[in-house]
Every structure is written in structure tokens, then in C-alpha cells.
């Protein structure tokens, strides 16, 4: 990176959220509440109340003639206007915005009205006489992945050398673990709205889209755009995503039907009952695994068998939920020999994508579950086992291409012990039990990666099929950094936060770097990809802010700070090399006195180019991009799936009630390696977010469908989401390994506690329970009490 | 998420209420506190051709002893001296703080969420409602109000304008209590125990269960079990071990996603025998 002088070490600190004060005074600007062109009309949705179902016919003209509706599309309009959504993976059904001839899922879009305002578009929502032909539909994942018309991929690989591990070993133990589907359930529900433009053949939207912008390149792809014709733009605040947002594409393509066909801006917020049915959900994730042990507990292999459902459609980024781990299959031990079979599998649910952790909560329980199961059979105490197994030497390259750069997962674990008085838990433990009590104790340890490898969902394809495609790698950002001529700084980022505080965290890097205080650092997180240096990368997910999204500020700083400290020098007579910026001046090394003021300089780059050092350019901007290192193509079956691994190690005491089931936590404790911490206070709130996310998975919540494929969990009565007086307080510590790899030394660590918590939470109840099965999510009163009394 | 069109009247007083009821009254939703009804609405799952607005009818709002407006809220009665120690349980977990503030008493024991808490508490108390039409005003048993969930025997041209909540008499004790998966939560189960003790013995008791079915139910081989045992020591303890028992195998109970009929009828039996307990302990000091 280029050489920037730190002053004032902004960068570190807990410096308090500058977002806060709008949000806390209702003076947020979210989806809904801008107006970005003018008459927009309302749109409402017609969805299917069947899981699958052939649509026999659609009978718009009672809803055509109610009051102030403006017009009604259906699929075959969709159909007719658009290609189907592509995904990395060949899929067995064809996906649109909306349903074609036949229902998938409860909720599937098959028609959309549009009015004057929402309550006459629903009324007239319910005038769409729709005949249905109700179908079989399929709710079972494993059914379904033998069922060669549902089964979207199968892959097998093979790392080391998994038989001879088995053959060798002195324990084997065989589990299954089911991961169900559950939601980050944001606050804000999605909205669109779309304004064709006819002139043109061009689409601008206005989303609260979260990215990845991969998902840009699938709409204009879908809607027979050339990228460019396509402008989205994201509003400047978000009611929260979790990863859930990044599904607001398939909506964008449905309301731009209905602003071309229609002629008019189409305006649509979905509700919540629409979000709960139709939104996005995680893929839930069956889970053969099988563990070779040797008697001192060495973990010698691991053949695991999973099966993803994606539900309807294969929506991308799906099946990424498959890969985004498979840097990490030994999750942080050292196991080298490891055979996966992957099987992706569609089911008549609604359709999955991103859900903090992707991938990880899923890949976790198994390999964490069968640790303690196997702790139990060896007669080991679970920290112990883990500390046996831990990775111990960095940089270490796994054996499916992962790297763990740097870190210290015996230090987190030692700290876990000492914080959580381990051994003060385990003499609890053992009075509890001896008073016939359910007292349990759960260890997780988890690999956390961040920043993901563009390249890894091409896994999905055999690595044949694979060379006959552009190669892909990679995570890059763009920024642009801009000093007007009053000595104003703006950045505009394209990383759409959704509530993480990028806005904060800009500020400090770039007040570090120019030498200024970050109040004085204007940033702008609204995204257009038609002003705006994105790249196919953008966005917010895979925790890459800290590592590209600041390295790309980080670079447009260094670019616009080398241009201060040359017109600076030429001013003051010295060297560029020998100024220094802080205190809102440049100065001369050593020379604090000889100095002139960043508004001065930004003024002469503006009013006085004829001032300027001899052949410099005027003005004081730079757009940069910043690409992650160490990301390569895959190589065969090998992927460094992400750029960088935090570690987490959780040690939570559980008190299970024998009479009504319930499960209560005593104690959580928490400590993260997550690199350096750019901003203390911001990191803490991502892991109690995280672990709240994790914790509602863990204990309440799951989107449940009855066998005839009806959403049982339809609204928030019964979808359980914890809410902040259920979740347990969480004492946690941070050590703080410097990555090597990224540009200020941060891992991500958005998602950590959200891969850790069910782990770890379904081991205390194990131990509670001194079962020798695993204990199935979420871990609610009633499904506890049917263990204890079959 | 909006409401499908209907008409909107608002009542001036109980007589204009019930003009409009006794006018329109089958396809009515009246508005008194609107925390169960305005979600449903919205959500198109009850399409009323019109909503009777009552919440600025004045007389409603007071607390006359055992006389409770239907307009009082639950967080006032919560904030009432003297609460009955029942009432004072269930409050709590009736909704949110926030919600308690508009759901009102009348709404909630007219509404009939099989899942209420007020419903079972004013059932295992003996209480009564109060409705009136064009025609008069009639008292209706807690025991005779429900006929399902959420349907009850006030009539379409009745409005519910008070109910009454029997106090507790010397000797008497009464507790609540219920588990729900997250606070606030329609609840797994709810029991509620009133139990009277004379010299050292128990003498009279009513044991309530919510949730567990399409109302609430009163429990009688659960009071039988009860009634004529010591108040306290060896005796009392097998009469509540008893008492759930009797609850556990006495009632019949519905399965859905959250929980199995066989961990319901189980909870409300453990359920007993805490609000059992608990009654007890307040009648032995009562």
C-alpha cells in the first residue's frame, strides 16, 4: 500500500457511530421514504397459496376493473420480457420474478397489480381469479436429493487420504445433524421502484439492495440489459439485511416488467407477511457425518455428507451456501484427510440465499456436534479435545486450499477457559448433577472466514467443466475520495452497509491518512452503478468490509494525500517525501512551523491550477480499487475460498428444566480473534448481533412448512424470533492477531458468533442431557422435554 | 398488509353503540383497544364490512371494585391498588408493555384468543360479563362466554361493557402463571388456581388451564383433588401432585408446530401444580 502518515491513530479507537444521531431522531432515509421520481404507482402482489401447483389459468379482468388500477401483469409477461435468472449452476427449472405456468413455493409472485395506492392494488389483488391444479409437492430435502429432477448438483472430493484414516482409527462414530432454514428477519421488508425508461431501453431502480453486485449482472442479464442500461441505486439507510436483502433482485426484474408494460414508475414495500413467505431464507443443510478418532483424540478424518436445500429455485449466489466454507472442511483443526460429497436439492420452500454466516452455521453443527459426541465416547473433557486438535502453526494451508494466515487459536481458547472459569463450571457441573439436575456445558470452535474468493462457487462445477469458463477469483472494491475547494472531504463507498457503521470506520481510515478529524469526513454509502466505482464484488457480505472496502479507501487516500504533499512541498519549498499531514495542515518533517493548511491547498488545486507544481493535474480526487491478495482461481478441487480467517472459541453453561424442557443460559463467554480492530466499540456490536442471530437459530426460530408445503411460521407470532429481553448476556474478549493479508490487519467478524452459537449452545444441551445423539434445532422447551421423556 | 374496504362509525355513547350494533350488527368488529384486531385487519384476515369504534365512548374506563370497564386498559388494571394477586400475575404476560397500553380488558375477554390470559383468569375466577343491547343488558358466566376460539355467546347486536372479577373471599388464595418460548408470546400453556382454606383444610378450588385447547377449560378433577385435603405439610403436597395429575390426564389438548399435545397437556399439569402451590401458600395466609 502506499505510505500514509498516522497522526492521530483515529483507526483502533471506539469512536461512536456517526449514523446514530439521524436514526435515533426518526430522521433515517430509508427505502420507503424516498420519492426518487416522481408518480409512482403502488403495486401489489399476487402470490401463490399452493407449494406447487399447475397454473391453469389467470383471469385479470375483475381486477382490471376496479377502482384505480392501473394495469395487471402476469408470468407469461415476465416470461415474455425476460431471460430466466442465471445461477453457477445449471438448474433443472428455469427461474423468473415470477411464476410461469407452474407454483413452487407458498407465496411465489404470479401476478402483480398495480394502482393508484397500496390499499386499491390489494383490493384489486383480490379480484386476480387465478385456477390452480393443486401438485405433490416435495418437503423433503433427502427425498428430494434423490430425485434426479430436484437435484440440482452432486460433487464428490477428496482431500489426504479418508479410508486409511478410518482404517486406522480407534473410534469411528457415524451422526446426522439437520441445520433448519431460519432469517435474519430485518426490520425494513424489501421495496422497490422502477422507472422504465422507453426513450431509452433503460431500467433505473431504486432498491434496498445489499449486494453482491454479482446479482447486478444476473438482473441485466435477466431483463436483456446491457449493464450500463441498468442503473440500481440503494437508498442512503437500511432497516438491516443480514444477507436477506441481497434477494431484493428478483423483485427489482418483477416491478420493471410492471413499469415497462405499464408505462408508468412502480412503486412496491412489502409487507411483512410477504417477507416472512417470500423474501429469502437460509438453506437448511442435512448433514451425514462421519469422524475417525484415534484414543488420544486425535481427529484423523472426516467424511461428511451434505445436502443444501435451496428450495424452489436456484437463486444465485446459491449454491454458494455449499462452498463459501470449503477453504475451512477441517473447521480450525488439523485434520488433513477429508471426503465431502455435496448435493444441492430443491424442495418446494422458498427459495435460499445469503443469511449471516452463510454456509458456516450449517458446516459448523456437524463437525462441532461430532466433537463433543466423540469427547463423550474417548472420555475427554470437549476444551480439552479441541486444544488437542487445534491449529497450532500459521500460516497453514488446509487441506481443501484454505489459508489461516496468522492467529493464535490456543491463546482464544485459554482465554475462553480463564474467562468462563472452567473449571469452576465443571465442579458446578458435577454438584448439579449429583442433585439430579440437567447442567450442562458447550465448546465451539469455529474458523471464520471473511472476504470471499469471487472464484468459489465454480466448485460447483467439475473442474473440466470448470476450465471451459472465464476464470474467477478475486474480491475487489472501489472508492472515491474527493477534497472540494473548501477543503471539504467527501468518500463515497459502494459497500451498502446495513447498519455495521462503514460510515464510522471511513472516517477514522481517512482521518488517519489526511491528517484530519474524522467529523470532518463526509461519507456517502448510497450506491449508484450509474455514478459510482463498483465492481462485481460490491456490496455487503462475507464481512469484507474491513479488508477491501477500507483498502479501497485507503488507497484513494493515499492517492489524493501524495498529490497534497506535492503541491505542499512545492509551496513550502521541501520534498513530498518530507511533508507531513496532521492537525488539518501539511508541515515539513521536524518543521511543524513551516506549514500551510489543507483548505489552502485544496484551494489552489481548485481556483489556482496555474499555482501548481509544474505538470500536475488539477483537482483533488481519486477513484481507487482495492483487490484482496491471495485469492486465486480455484486449482482443481483446491480454493482459497476466503481471504482471511478470524477464529471464535464459545464456552456457554446451560440449565436445562426437567419439568417444562427449557433450556436457560448461565453463562456465555465468547473470544474472538478477528486481526486488529479497527473500531472496538462497532466490533462488539457485531458479535452481540451476531450472536443474537446465531442465538435465535439455536433456540427459537426456524421457517417451519407442513408436509403439504403451507408456511406454518406465516408471521412473527410464529416465526420466534428472539427479542432483546430473551437473549442471554454475552461476556466476550477479543485477542488481536494482526492479518498479514489485509491492508490495516482486520478479519472480518460479522458472522463469527452467528457460526458458533448454535454449535456450541447444541453441545451444552448435549452435555445436559448426557445424550449420545445429537439434539435437534432449534433447541425449544417442548422439542427438549420429548428427549428427557420419550 | 391494508385493511379491505369498510365502513368506519364512531360511537358517541354505550346507547349509540348498541343503535349501531342492533342495525348492522352481523358483520361488525367493534374497536376498543385494536392490539389483536388491527393486525388482523391489516392483514385482510378478518374483513369486517364495518369497524364500530368505541374507544371514545366515555363510562368505560372506570374500575368499580369487582366492575371493570371494557375500556380500562391493561396496564391500568395493573395499576390498580389492591389488585387481586391473579390478575396481578397475568397482566405481564398479557402482550407488551407497549401493548398494554391500548388492549383493553372488554377487548381481550370479548376477542377470545384461546391463548389469553384474561379469559382463563376470569373463567377460574368465576366472573361474568356484562352486555347490553337495544334490548337490555344481561350477565354472561365466564364458563358459559366461549364457545371457541374466538367465538363467544355475546350476540351480534351485544356489546360487551363491563366485566366483573369475583375478589378474593377470607381464606382464598389465587395464582397465575404460564411459559411461553419468548416473553410476550402466546403462551405454551397457562394455569390459574383459586383455592380456599377453613381450619387447616382446603375447602373449596377452581383450577383453570389456557392454551392447551380452543378455550380455556376449567379443570374439575384437578379442584376434586383439592378439595377436603390439609392446606399444608405431606397432605397438601399430594393433593397438588394430584391435582396435576388429574390435569395432565383430564384434559385433551391440540398439536401444532411449537409443541406436541402430549408436552401441553403435561405443561399445564406442571403449570397446576405451580399456580396450585402458590394459591396455597397466599390462602394459608389470607
Given at each position: ?33 424516498v ?52 445461477a ?36 384489486a ?18 427425498e ?132 416472512l ?31 443444501d ?24 483443526y ?105 447442567y450442562?456445558?458447550g ?7 471473511s ?10 462445477e ?9 476464470p474467477?477469483?478475486g ?27 462503514h ?25 449508484d ?75 489552489m ?8 507544481p ?88 426456524a ?88 | ?17 348498541v ?139 351485544e ?16 395464582a ?90 403435561h ?14 401458600d397466599?390462602?394459608r395466609?389470607?
Open positions: 500500500m502506499e505510505q500514509v502518515a498516522a497522526t492521530r491513530d483515529w483507526v483502533g479507537r471506539s469512536v461512536p457511530r456517526f449514523e446514530d444521531d439521524a436514526l435515533l431522531r426518526g430522521r433515517g432515509r430509508f427505502m420507503d421514504d420519492e426518487p421520481v416522481p408518480g409512482a404507482r403502488h403495486a401489489a402482489i399476487v402470490r401463490s397459496p399452493h407449494a406447487h401447483a399447475r397454473i391453469s389459468s389467470i383471469d385479470c379482468s375483475r381486477a382490471l376493473r376496479c377502482d384505480g388500477v392501473i394495469g395487471v401483469i402476469t408470468g407469461d409477461d415476465v416470461q415474455r420480457l425476460c431471460k430466466p435468472f442465471a453457477a449452476c445449471a438448474s433443472p427449472v428455469p427461474y423468473y420474478a415470477a411464476a410461469i405456468e407452474t407454483t413452487r413455493y407458498v407465496g411465489e409472485p404470479v401476478a402483480v397489480v398495480v394502482a393508484s395506492d397500496r390499499y386499491l392494488a390489494e383490493d389483488a383480490a379480484q386476480v381469479d387465478v385456477a390452480y391444479e393443486p401438485l405433490a409437492p416435495q418437503m423433503d430435502v433427502l428430494a436429493a434423490a430425485d434426479p429432477d430436484a437435484l440440482v448438483s452432486e460433487r464428490r472430493f477428496s482431500y489426504g487420504d479418508p479410508d486409511g484414516a478410518f482404517e486406522q482409527a480407534d473410534l469411528t462414530l457415524t451422526h446426522r445433524f439437520a441445520f433448519p432454514a431460519w432469517t435474519g428477519l430485518p426490520m425494513e421488508c424489501y421495496g422497490v421502484v422502477a422507472d422504465w425508461d422507453p426513450g431509452n431501453d433503460a431500467l433505473t431502480a431504486w432498491a434496498n439492495f445489499q449486494g453482491p453486485f454479482t446479482l447486478h449482472s444476473v438482473l441485466a442479464a435477466a431483463l436483456g440489459l446491457p449493464g450500463a442500461k441498468l442503473r440500481l441505486i440503494t437508498p442512503e439507510h437500511s432497516g438491516g439485511s443480514f444477507g436477506i436483502k441481497s434477494g431484493v433482485f428478483a423483485y427489482v426484474a418483477l416491478i420493471a416488467c410492471a413499469s415497462r408494460i405499464l408505462g408508468v414508475p412502480v412503486r412496491w414495500t412489502e409487507d411483512r407477511l410477504e417477507h413467505a417470500a423474501s429469502q431464507i437460509s438453506a437448511g443443510r442435512s448433514t451425514e457425518i462421519q469422524g475417525a478418532f484415534a484414543s488420544d483424540g486425535e481427529l484423523l478424518g472426516l467424511r461428511i455428507d451434505a445436502v436445500d435451496v428450495g424452489a429455485y436456484v437463486r444465485a449466489p446459491e449454491p454458494a451456501s455449499m462452498y463459501r466454507m470449503h477453504g475451512s472442511l477441517n473447521g480450525a488439523r485434520v488433513r484427510n477429508i471426503a465431502l460429497r455435496a448435493r444441492i436439492a430443491m424442495t418446494n420452500r422458498c427459495p435460499s440465499a445469503l443469511n449471516r454466516g452463510f454456509g458456516g452455521p450449517q458446516h459448523y453443527l456437524p463437525i462441532e456436534g461430532l466433537m463433543a459426541l466423540a469427547a463423550r465416547k474417548l472420555g475427554i473433557d470437549p476444551l480439552e479435545l479441541a486444544r488437542r486438535n487445534l491449529v497450532t502453526e500459521f500460516p497453514y494451508r488446509t487441506p481443501s486450499g484454505g489459508l489461516y494466515s496468522s492467529g493464535d487459536y490456543h491463546a482464544c481458547l485459554d482465554e475462553a477457559e480463564r474467562l468462563a472459569d472452567y473449571d469452576e463450571r465443571r465442579e458446578q457441573r458435577r454438584r448439579a448433577r449429583a442433585q439430579g439436575r440437567l450442562g456445558i465448546v465451539a470452535c469455529v474458523v471464520e472466514p472476504i470471499s474468493n469471487m472464484g468459489y462457487v465454480t466448485l460447483v467439475d473442474p473440466e467443466t470448470r476450465a471451459r469458463s472465464l474467477k477469483s474480491n475487489a472494491e472501489g472508492a472515491t475520495l474527493t477534497i472540494s475547494p473548501m477543503g471539504g472531504i467527501e468518500v463515497q463507498v459502494c459497500t451498502t452497509p446495513q447498519g455495521q457503521g460510515a464510522t470506520v471511513v472516517a477514522q481510515v481517512v482521518a488517519d491518512a489526511l491528517g484530519v478529524e474524522p467529523e470532518q469526513v463526509s461519507v456517502q454509502t448510497q450506491t452503478t450509474g455514478q459510482h466505482a463498483w465492481t462485481i464484488a460490491s456490496g455487503n457480505y462475507s464481512s469484507r468490509f474491513s479488508g477491501v472496502g477500507v483498502g479501497a479507501v485507503l488507497r484513494a487516500a493515499g492517492h489524493v494525500g501524495d498529490k497534497l504533499r506535492t503541491i505542499a512541498a512545492h509551496v513550502l519549498e521541501s520534498d513530498p517525501e518530507e511533508i507531513v499531514l496532521a492537525d488539518n495542515k501539511a508541515h515539513v518533517h521536524g518543521d511543524p512551523a513551516s506549514s500551510v493548511s489543507l483548505r489552502r491547498l485544496a484551494g488545486a481548485h481556483w489556482n491550477p496555474e499555482g501548481l509544474p505538470g500536475l493535474e488539477p483537482g483533488l480526487a481519486s477513484t481507487a480499487y482495492y483487490a484482496a491478495e491471495e485469492l486465486q482461481p480455484a486449482d482443481g478441487d483446491q480454493i482459497t475460498a476466503s481471504t482471511e480467517n478470524g477464529f471464535v472459541c464459545d464456552i456457554v453453561t446451560v440449565e436445562v428444566d426437567r419439568v417444562t424442557g427449557r433450556a436457560q443460559v448461565l453463562d456465555y463467554v465468547s473470544v474472538h480473534d478477528a486481526g486488529r480492530l479497527l473500531n472496538p466499540l462497532l466490533a462488539e456490536g457485531q458479535v452481540l448481533g451476531g450472536f443474537a442471530h446465531g442465538f435465535g437459530a439455536a433456540m427459537q426460530e421457517v417451519v412448512y407442513a408436509p403439504d408445503g403451507q408456511l406454518r411460521t406465516d408471521t412473527l407470532k410464529d416465526y420466534l424470533c428472539p427479542t432483546a429481553g430473551d437473549i442471554p448476556r454475552l461476556r466476550s474478549a477479543h485477542l488481536q492477531t494482526p492479518s498479514p493479508v489485509t491492508p490495516l490487519g482486520a478479519k472480518g467478524l460479522g458472522e463469527g458468533t452467528t457460526m458458533s452459537v448454535p454449535s456450541a449452545l447444541h453441545n451444552a444441551v448435549l452435555d445436559a442431557l448426557e445424550r449420545d445423539e445429537p439434539v435437534p434445532l432449534p433447541l425449544t422447551p417442548p422439542r427438549i422435554w420429548e428427549l428427557i421423556h420419550p | 398488509m391494508k385493511p379491505a374496504p369498510l365502513a368506519y362509525r364512531r360511537a358517541e355513547s354505550v346507547e349509540h353503540a343503535a349501531l350494533l342492533g342495525e348492522h350488527g352481523d358483520d361488525v368488529r367493534v374497536l376498543a383497544g385494536g392490539q389483536s384486531l388491527m393486525p388482523l385487519l391489516n392483514m385482510r384476515r378478518l374483513t369486517p364490512s364495518m369497524l364500530l369504534d368505541i374507544t371514545r365512548v366515555p363510562g368505560l374506563d372506570r374500575v368499580d371494585g369487582p366492575e371493570v370497564g371494557a375500556l380500562v386498559t391493561q396496564f391500568a388494571l395493573g395499576e390498580q391498588p389492591g389488585l387481586d394477586d391473579a390478575i396481578g400475575e397475568c397482566l405481564p404476560y398479557t402482550g407488551h408493555y407497549a401493548t398494554r397500553h391500548r388492549g383493553t380488558i372488554g377487548g381481550s375477554i370479548a376477542f377470545g384468543e384461546p391463548r389469553g390470559e384474561l379469559p382463563l383468569v376470569l373463567l377460574t375466577l368465576g366472573g361474568t360479563a356484562s352486555v347490553r343491547s337495544v334490548g337490555g343488558e344481561r350477565e354472561i358466566a365466564a364458563e358459559d362466554l366461549y364457545t371457541g376460539a374466538y367465538t363467544t355467546t355475546v350476540k351480534t347486536d356489546l360487551l361493557v363491563s366485566t366483573r372479577w369475583p375478589q378474593a373471599r377470607p381464606g382464598e388464595g389465587r397465575f402463571t404460564e411459559l411461553a418460548q419468548r416473553h410476550g408470546d402466546f403462551t405454551l400453556a397457562c394455569a390459574c388456581a383459586a383455592v380456599t382454606v377453613d381450619r387447616g383444610e382446603i375447602v373449596e378450588a377452581r383450577i383453570g388451564v389456557g392454551a392447551v385447547a380452543d378455550r380455556p377449560l376449567l379443570v374439575d378433577g384437578a379442584a376434586r383433588a383439592l378439595i377436603g385435603t390439609p392446606a399444608a405439610g405431606a397432605g397438601a403436597q399430594d393433593a397438588i401432585a394430584a391435582a396435576a395429575d388429574a390435569t395432565t390426564r383430564g384434559i385433551d389438548a391440540y398439536d401444532d408446530h411449537h409443541a406436541s399435545a402430549r408436552y401441553r397437556r405443561l399445564a399439569g406442571a403449570l397446576v401444580a405451580d399456580a396450585a402451590r402458590r394459591a396455597l397466599r390462602a395466609r389470607a
